[in-house]
Structures are given as C-alpha cells and as structure tokens.
C-alpha cells in the first residue's frame, strides 16, 4: 500500500530536452551593479547577467527538431523561394486567407496595415491597446480609443473574457464620428497589456453584426490566438469538442484580415506576416512591402525562417502542445496564489502578471512601482520580468502628461518550451521573498525618456 492516496494525476510537457544552453548563476552583488547600470530598467540588462529570462515570449522559444531540420532546407533564393510558397500554404490551411504578406516582425506588418487603412483623424477601436500596435495606428494619423470591457481594467475581476469587446463603447464611437472614420476594429486575442486575457467566440460574434450593420473592417491581431482558441476550447459552451485548429479558422472566419507576429505562437526566434482576403489590401501591402522589408516573397526574412514558421504553424495548433504551455503558467500563478501574491486574474495564456499597485501600496504611480518591482526580483534571483503599467502607457499626445493606466502590473512571460517547473519554483520562490520585505522598496525617478516607446530605453534612479 502507498503511503500516501494519489489525489490527481498530472500532466507534463509532450516533448524533451535534445540540447541545453547553459545559463550564468551570478551574486546578489553583481546584479545590483548590474540593474545600477542598466538605469533600473531590465529592457537594458545584459542577457548573459540574466538566470531566468521571463522578460519575453517573443523569439525566445524553443525550436522543435522538426523546426529545426526545416531550417537547413532554406531556399536562399532572392525571389521566389520554396519555402515562401509552403508558408504560404499552411497561412491558408491554418488561418484561412486567401494572401499573404511575409514582414521580419509583427510591428512591421502593423506598419503595413495601418499606412494601408488608416488617414489622418480616423478612429480605431481596440480591445485594449498594444504599445507596438497603438503607436503605428497613431503614427498614420488615427486615434486608438479603447472599447475593451470595464472588467479587463480590474486586476482582481474573474471575469472568465476580459479580452471582450463592450458593444455599447463600440456602438457610442461608430455614433459618435461616425464609421466612415473607422477604418476598421482592431482586435487582439488574448489581450497582451490586460494580462493575456481572450476574447469569446460569442463577444466576437456580436462585434461582428455591429460592426456589419453599420459596414466596419474587422481586422485581428492573431499573434497568439492560439492560446485565445485555447480558452475559448475549455471555458466557452459548446467547443469542448472542437479542435484547435477548427477554432482558429473560425476566430478568423470574421475578419477581413490579420497581422501576426511568428515570434509567439509559431514558435520561431524572428519573423511576423499580414494575410486577408482583400485584394486590394493584398496589392497595396505587397507594393509597399518592398520599400520598407524586402521583396514580397522573403519580407526581411530568410528562406529558412519561412521554414521554420510554416512548421511552427503546424505545431501549434497542437492540443497538447497549447495545454502544456498554458499548464505551465497555471502552475505557477497557482503557487503564487497559496501564498496570496497579488496575481492578475483569471491567469492567463502567456505570463503572469503581478499587481504592483496592491504589492507595494506604499510607492506612488509617477514613481514607477511595476518598474521598481521588476528591478527588485532581478535583485533577488536574476529573474528577469518587465514592467507593463505608467511607463508602457506613455504619454497622452495632446496634454504631454503621464497616462496613469488602471493597470500597473509586472509581467512574467514564458517563453514556449524553454524552463522547467524547477525554474518555475525558483522563480516562485523569489516572489514570494520579496513580498514579504516590500515594505523596504522604494520608488524611481526617471532620469531619461525616449520620445517613442519610452518602456525599451528609459533609464531610473532610485529615490
Ligand atoms: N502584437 C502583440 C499582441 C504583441 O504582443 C507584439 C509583441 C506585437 C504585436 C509586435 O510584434 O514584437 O514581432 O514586432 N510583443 C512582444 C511582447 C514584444 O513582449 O509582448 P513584434
């Protein structure tokens, strides 16, 4: 007889370790130098005085074998390559559109979309922002207005879709400026900066008949939808049965377009396209393409990149692959929540979001608690996370003054296949730590601010 009843059976990742890189364990000292001299800001860290990286999910996955066998039948041609045409083909079979447009990233076919549609004093409702997003929408001359539902901006709110659409926020800006100066609703699923939340297939539905009733574009940010079909597949009547697959194309079925960046779902270190079913978006983005990336065949990639991303496509629509990724991050916010960390809820599908506002209640918004924070648990462990609150928000354009987002979070992300539930622990560890001397951390001065994306190269002293 057992010593102890199994009281659940568990799950582990559907792959195994082939290579290892090794990573450097550095002293408590060393990385106060180190976040001293990367001005508190862990964007500026070196990568080699980092232990575990969870700064990012994007291009920081591990390639399969089958990926990387891909990657030496790369067709270096200039024009035309073989690999461009197989990735194509699996944009079509997986995502369901008819064109496509390879980029280097995602932001650079956000460029694209948004040169394409947007004119100067157009609108553009979005379920949250995205920093990369917002500013090229801007930069086209529109204004981004946030339609997403109350719940998103509440930390604690369960909310089981806080990627949702509010119809009525919707419906009072299309009244508003009426939808000739919508040039289309930008959707993202799950939603990044609200803490990985995802939107329902029924919210989405509704979206649409609006948007159909008064003639809006739909267009969809399909960088990680596959952790979108994912909840959709286990929290949303009547998918349990569907594939994830079958869910995606359907997601996918209400837009007239799509920008991704490769770098998450696909699992790939580097590249991003746009697909729609609109010709004349197709024609324009392959014309301006060649200006900005490359030829309309490679986008700023190499044929091997294609490769590897038209096998990521077909891994990760993989049940067990997605379970396992969302698992893992589940695991881990569990953890933190026996320990009554505050967490942002529902978990979601890429990372962990801690609350700043409710960890260090002490540390004022315009001194930066989430960035304090992020800086703190790299002291502690070498953990490496990212702020995602005042400093992500930016300016506001018109009055140049801070915008004091409701969320003031540090984000945790997981990079797909890359650490194990050791590092999990470790890191877990860590948090629990420097909760429980919170009291002792300070805020931040910021002592120099780049005019775009200031989150990337900002640089703080401690106050
Ligand atoms: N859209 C979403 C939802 C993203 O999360 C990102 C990047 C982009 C677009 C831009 O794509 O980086 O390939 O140019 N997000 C990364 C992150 C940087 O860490 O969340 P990119």
Same mark, same amino acid.
């Given at each position: 007889?057992?010593?102890?009843?199994?009281?659940?059976?568990?799950?582990?990742?559907?792959?195994?370790?082939?290579?290892?890189?090794?990573?450097?364990?550095?002293?408590?000292?060393?990385?106060?130098?180190?976040?001293?001299?990367?001005?508190?800001?862990?964007?500026?860290?070196?990568?080699?005085?980092?232990? &575990?990286? =969870?700064?990012?999910?994007?291009?920081?996955?591990?390639?399969?074998?089958?990926?990387?066998?891909?990657?030496?039948?790369?067709?270096?041609?200039?024009?035309?390559?073989?690999?461009?045409?197989?990735?194509?083909?699996?944009?079509?079979?997986?995502?369901?559109?008819?064109?496509?447009?390879?980029?280097?990233?995602?932001?650079?076919?956000?460029?694209?979309?948004?040169?394409?549609?947007?004119?100067?004093?157009?609108?553009?409702?979005?379920?949250?922002?995205?920093?990369?997003? $917002?500013?090229?929408?801007?930069?086209?001359?529109?204004?981004?207005?946030?339609?997403?539902?109350?719940?998103?901006?509440?930390?604690?709110?369960?909310?089981?879709?806080?990627?949702?659409?509010?119809?009525?926020?919707?419906?009072?800006?299309?009244?508003?400026?009426?939808?000739?100066?919508?040039?289309?609703?930008?959707?993202?699923?799950?939603?990044?900066?609200?803490?990985?939340?995802?939107?329902?297939?029924?919210?989405?539905?509704?979206?649409?008949?609006?948007?159909?009733?008064?003639?809006?574009?739909?267009?969809?940010?399909?960088?990680?939808?596959?952790?979108?079909?994912?909840?959709?597949?286990?929290?949303? $009547?009547?998918?349990?049965?569907?594939?994830?697959? +079958?869910?995606?194309?359907?997601?996918?079925?209400?837009?007239?377009?799509?920008?991704?960046?490769?770098?998450?779902?696909?699992?790939?270190?580097?590249?991003?396209?746009?697909?729609?079913?609109? $010709?004349?978006?197709?024609?324009?983005?392959?014309?301006?393409?060649?200006?900005?990336?490359?030829?309309?065949?490679?986008?700023?990639?190499?044929?091997?990149?294609?490769?590897?991303?038209?096998?990521?496509?077909?891994?990760?629509?993989?049940?067990?692959?997605?379970?396992?990724?969302?698992?893992?991050?589940?695991?881990?916010?569990?953890?933190?929540?026996?320990?009554?960390?505050?967490?942002?809820?529902?978990?979601?599908?890429?990372?962990?979001?801690?609350? +700043?506002?409710?960890?260090?209640?002490? &540390?004022?918004?315009?001194?930066?608690?989430?960035?304090? =924070?992020?800086?703190?648990?790299?002291?502690?462990?070498?953990?490496?996370?990212?702020?995602?609150?005042?400093?992500?928000?930016?300016?506001?354009?018109?009055?140049?003054?801070?915008?004091?987002?409701? =969320?003031?979070?540090?984000?945790?992300?997981?990079?797909?296949?890359?650490?194990?539930?050791?590092?999990?622990?470790?890191?877990?560890?860590?948090?629990?730590?420097?909760?429980?001397?919170?009291?002792?951390?300070?805020?931040?001065?910021?002592?120099?601010?780049?005019?775009?994306?200031?989150?990337?190269? +900002?640089?703080?002293?401690?106050?």
């Amino acid at each position: 007889m057992a010593k102890k009843k199994l009281v659940k059976r568990s799950w582990a990742e559907p792959y195994k370790i082939k290579m290892v890189e090794p990573i450097k364990m550095t002293t408590r000292a060393q990385r106060e130098k180190a976040i001293k001299a990367a001005g508190y800001n862990t964007f500026l860290l070196k990568s080699e005085d980092v232990y &575990i990286d =969870l700064l990012t999910d994007s291009g920081t996955n591990a390639m399969s074998d089958y990926q990387w066998s891909g990657m030496m039948l790369g067709d270096e041609a200039y024009a035309g390559s073989k690999n461009f045409y197989y990735l194509w083909d699996n944009v079509k079979r997986y995502y369901g559109f008819k064109y496509f447009v390879p980029t280097h990233q995602g932001r650079a076919a956000e460029h694209l979309i948004s040169k394409i549609l947007i004119k100067p004093g157009d609108f553009i409702p979005g379920n949250m922002y995205f920093t990369t997003t $917002k500013l090229h929408q801007e930069l086209a001359g529109g204004t981004f207005v946030d339609v997403i539902i109350d719940e998103a901006h509440q930390p604690q709110n369960t909310h089981p879709f806080k990627g949702n659409i509010d119809l009525q926020k919707l419906e009072d800006l299309i009244k508003k400026v009426g939808p000739k100066k919508i040039p289309y609703i930008s959707m993202a699923g799950p939603v990044n900066m609200a803490g990985g939340q995802p939107f329902s297939m029924k919210n989405l539905k509704a979206v649409r008949k609006l948007a159909d009733k008064y003639g809006v574009k739909m267009w969809l940010d399909a960088t990680r939808i596959t952790e979108n079909a994912y909840f959709i597949k286990i929290r949303e $009547k009547g998918y349990k049965t569907k594939s994830i697959a +079958a869910i995606i194309k359907e997601i996918c079925s209400h837009f007239e377009g799509i920008w991704v960046s490769a770098k998450k779902d696909l699992m790939v270190n580097i590249g991003g396209f746009l697909a729609t079913n609109n $010709k004349r978006v197709f024609n324009e983005a392959r014309n301006m393409v060649v200006i900005y990336e490359g030829l309309h065949t490679y986008g700023g990639l190499a044929g091997r990149d294609m490769e590897a991303m038209a096998r990521g496509i077909e891994e990760m629509v993989n049940y067990d692959n997605i379970h396992a990724r969302v698992g893992q991050i589940e695991y881990f916010g569990h953890r933190l929540m026996e320990y009554d960390i505050p967490i942002v809820l529902p978990i979601g599908g890429h990372a962990i979001f801690l609350d +700043a506002k409710k960890f260090l209640p002490h &540390i004022k918004q315009d001194q930066f608690p989430a960035q304090a =924070l992020a800086a703190e648990i790299y002291v502690d462990s070498g953990v490496r996370g990212m702020e995602r609150g005042i400093v992500s928000a930016g300016r506001d354009k018109k009055t140049g003054k801070h915008i004091y987002p409701n =969320l003031e979070l540090v984000r945790l992300t997981f990079p797909r296949r890359v650490y194990t539930q050791a590092h999990i622990d470790v890191t877990f560890e860590s948090i629990v730590e420097v909760y429980d001397r919170r009291k002792k951390i300070t805020g931040l001065k910021m002592v120099y601010e780049p005019k775009y994306l200031r989150f990337f190269q +900002a640089r703080f002293k401690k106050l």
